[in-house]
């Protein structure tokens, strides 16, 4: 299985992780933003990543990768079949690619990938402004959700914890602090010690800062 992208994608990373948690053998070619790679292309012409091919078969979306990944190789089970731990899991994995990921983007895209990967000057007050104004409602929800066990549904891994962890990374790229967020902390503290995470994210870390 051959997946286009960056890990620096929270979606991207996602998908990565679920293979690991699954012991599912994945081909990471990497690409940038808006990359014209044309086999990547063609698995998704829309140009977003992460994008997959599996022999013949190509499919687009974080979301929808994950479900072709867990029909296909269904144990462990990152998402549960009890129908209220399933509509969980799918709610947070929504969660963290729109609402987190929403308040995450302006800070991570205006300090990390602009000036970083594309040399050019990000707009730091649009990333201030959702960190001040958009995050803490964000937090605030996710902080008062997270169960004793540091897993959001069924008290072990999912696709809810991968889906939420993954922007929490880009937060902590992008120089947010969890500071005010025990709980969250924890939980991140927590996924980033799964082998899973740990490996893809020593090397964004590394990466980033080769790169000053
Ligand atoms: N819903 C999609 C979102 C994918 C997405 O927005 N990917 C970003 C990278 S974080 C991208 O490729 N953006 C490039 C662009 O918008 O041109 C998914 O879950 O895969």
Do not use: C, Q
């Not at 063609?42 to 140009?47: D, I």
């Not at 964000?138 to 991968?162: G, K, Q």
């Not at 929490?168 to 602090?177: P, T």
């Amino acid at each position: 299985m051959i997946l286009y992208g960056s890990s620096f994608s929270p979606f991207v990373r996602k998908v990565l992780a679920f293979a690991a948690e699954k012991d599912v053998a994945i081909d990471l070619h990497r690409i940038g933003r808006a990359s014209t790679d044309p086999a990547f292309r063609e698995a998704n012409p829309l140009g977003k990543m992460p994008a997959l091919r599996d022999g013949d078969y190509l499919l687009a979306d974080s979301s929808a990768i994950v479900a072709y990944i867990e029909a296909l190789h269904p144990e462990p089970a990152l998402i549960p079949a009890e129908p209220r731990a399933r509509g969980m899991a799918l709610f947070w994995d929504e969660f963290g690619d729109a609402e987190l990921f929403d308040a995450v983007r302006p800070m991570f895209f205006n300090r990390v990938v602009r000036p970083r990967f594309e040399g050019k000057p990000g707009d730091l007050a649009a990333a201030d402004a959702s960190e001040a104004d958009v995050l803490p409602g964000v937090l605030a929800y996710l902080e008062a959700r997270i169960p004793e066990s540091l897993f959001l549904v069924e008290d072990r891994i999912t696709l809810a914890d991968l889906a939420v962890a993954s922007p929490l990374v880009n937060l902590e790229h992008a120089g947010g602090v969890l500071d005010g967020y025990p709980r969250i902390s924890a939980y991140l503290a927590a996924m980033l010690a799964r082998p899973s995470f740990a490996g893809l994210v020593a090397k964004e870390r590394a990466m980033l800062a080769r790169m000053g």
